[in-house]
């Protein structure tokens, strides 16, 4: 019994686990892999993986690239994520970030809002797409992931 409700508190409240689906976070994350994710750190900030749900209901894991109060824009022809006006050093993509049509930039970020963006970027349904997420709807932050 104490065994049960240590575990459920454990997953249940403290820690999440997912799987991984689809390949927008390569290679960092890929598809089919194991995640365990943090559900009570709310501190996010740039760079951080996050697992959140979007408005129409899909599960998806991005990277944070602007939080609230932050300008975000991307460079014409060069695809450089510029924050504040100031180039972000993305050490985890090796692609150019293309604008998608959705959205009119620069984008300010509002309280409570995140920017968020796949590190496949060509392969990635993202902020690009959908605009700003809001805090409520993040389920938690990534700790760590499992490859089988």
Known sequence: MITALVVYLLVGVIFGIAVVHGDSMYPAYQDGDLLF???LDHSYQSEDVILFRTEDDQLLLKRIIGVSGEEVDIEEGMGTVLINAMPL?????FQQTFKKKALTYP????EDEYFVMGDQRENSYDSRD??????QQIKGKAIAV???
């Open 37 to 39: 994710y943090n559900r």
């Open 89 to 93: 050093k993305e050490d985890y993509i």
């Open 107 to 110: 984008v300010d970020i509002g």
């Open 130 to 135: 959908f605009g700003t997420i809001k805090k």
């Open 146 to 148: 499992f490859r089988f």
